[in-house]
């Protein structure tokens, strides 16, 4: 999936989500999204879309810090999501 499809896609899937540009807007790398891990909830249960501090280690709730269902959405189109630190999170093609 192409990184503008993925950003409008995203959107559609978790409207909460922050997206505040791309990869080469923050540190010049390219081909990624760059997002917020402070900000943005899943509406139906509230949980956070990132955790950077979460003790979910059953992989319950979160996969490597991602919300489940948005880590599986990242898997099936391909990406994933990689933290700079818990606030910024990019998300790259696989």
Known sequence: M???TLM???KKQFPDIRIHGTTEDF???EGGVWVSGEE?????TGLSLFDYYTE???EIF???MVYKPLHDFL???????EF???GTVMLYPE
């Open 2 to 4: 192409t990184r503008e």
């Open 8 to 10: 409008t896609d995203i």
């Open 27 to 29: 540190d010049g790398h």
């Open 40 to 44: 943005g909830t899943d509406e139906s």
């Open 56 to 58: 979910d280690m059953r």
């Open 62 to 64: 979160y996969v490597m």
């Open 75 to 81: 898997h099936a189109c391909e990406w994933y999501a």
């Open 84 to 86: 700079q630190d818990p």
